[in-house]
């Protein structure tokens, strides 16, 4: 499963790569020009992620939201949960539907 994420005024777009390794494990890759998440992906790279871990567990308290805490100062920056929607849909947890964010004044 590829998200890709236009967070906004940064402008530093960010692509999630969610692969399923059997029937619950995932691999992530994340390629982003943001530091934050080049540093994320590189304690990312080789783990496996149990999905069903991830997003049955309290908001913040799984263990990507753990690393994402540790690299990841900008508390609104929406990648966080575009890497969650890619594991959800990726293990079939939920369809894969694009999510967006209006403004309006």
Excluded: R, W
């Excluded at 997003?55 to 939201?65: D, H, R, V």
């Excluded at 609104?76 to 079939?92: D, F, G, H, Q, R």
Aim: with cysteine; charged share 20%.
């Amino acid at each position: 499963m590829k998200v890709t994420v236009n967070p906004g005024p940064c402008k530093l777009t960010t692509v999630i790569i969610a692969e399923m390794n059997d029937d619950v494990e995932i691999t992530l890759s994340i390629q982003s020009n943001c530091g934050a998440y080049k540093k994320m992906n590189e304690e990312l790279s080789g783990m496996s992620i149990d999905a069903y871990s991830e997003i049955f567990t309290p908001f913040g308290t799984s263990e990507i939201a753990q690393i994402y805490k540790k690299y990841v100062k900008h508390a609104t920056c929406p990648v966080l949960s575009a890497i969650l929607k890619a594991i959800e849909a990726e293990a079939n947890l939920a369809l894969p539907t694009n999510v967006t964010f209006e403004f309006e004044k």
